[in-house]
């Protein structure tokens, strides 16, 4: 009688099927012994790859984590460069114009633009009132220059320093100048829209201005025509004075602004000690007022778009304010260099 033959697959199957029994008499479980076989896309080089990019559900968190490696290591890697100014006095203000032009407001009143590639220097005409009367200039200067969001227009003091001065980017002609609203020093200027900024003034008040189309191509009609720079003469769309009556009202100096787009909000930080909230969009209007912790020298004011606060920098700390929550409940932070003042934040 001849031998039956058996497949290996059927043996194989055959002493499974023994050694599960073999395993349910005595309790084993082999299972978890068992080497899972990956689908053929997971064995992949390129499947690999990907494993290793960052998610795009993770991309907020992997940029905040980039941005705070980039703030520890930066500070190491940047290197210092002067430029001798000659006879100009300290700058109070500047911004970049493009990568290699920043153009700088002085304690002198000069609106200069400097290339940091070639380290020439270009002063710019400043604008003066239409009815120049006697400006005292000493000890003022040029406290704020800032542009609007799509960066076609930049707003500065003027010869007046009371007076805001506008010009048009990127060829720095000059297109109006309001000179009917402060009566003291411009400190800082925040745009809220492409053609509407915000002033504020160390007499205590907030001048809304308005560069109209009309404005615009006027400018451009009288600088064709006489080939020389030609400017309009506008005047405040509101002038608001920040409440006073719980201080000194010598000291209620609007010294910065920050505005938050989203919700159409400016703050705004005064010499008094006090925050200021504004909704601004065709007008202002007063929304709270809030005691700062710390009231030594506010100065200098931010809005973080991420966290939804603001940021007020004083001598010694940075206070932290989120408009929804109550008053008490600003946060502040101890600055590792006391008494020397923040100035920008």
Sequence with gaps: MGRKTVSRKRKAAVAAAAGELQGERYGWDHSVHKRKRLPLVKRSLVYYLKGREVRMQNESSYHRLLHGYAAQQLPSLLKEREFHLGTLNKVFASQWLNHRQVVCGTKCNTLFVVDVQTGQITK???????EPGMVNQQGCGIHA?????SRTLLATGGDNPNS???YRLPTLDPVCVGDDGHKDWIFSIAWISDTMAVSGSRDGSMGLWEVTEDVLSKSDARHNLSQVPVYAHITHRALKDIPKENTNPDNCKVRALAFNNKNKELGAVSLDGYFHLWKAEHTLSKLLSTKLPYCREN???AYGQEWSVYAVGSQAHVSFLDPRQPSHNVKSVCSKERGSGKKLV
């Design 145 to 149: 220059i800032e542009l609007n969001p």
């Design 164 to 166: 805001l001065a506008v």
């Design 299 to 301: 100065v200098c004011l």
């Design 124 to 130: 710019i005409p400043i604008l003066k009132d239409r």
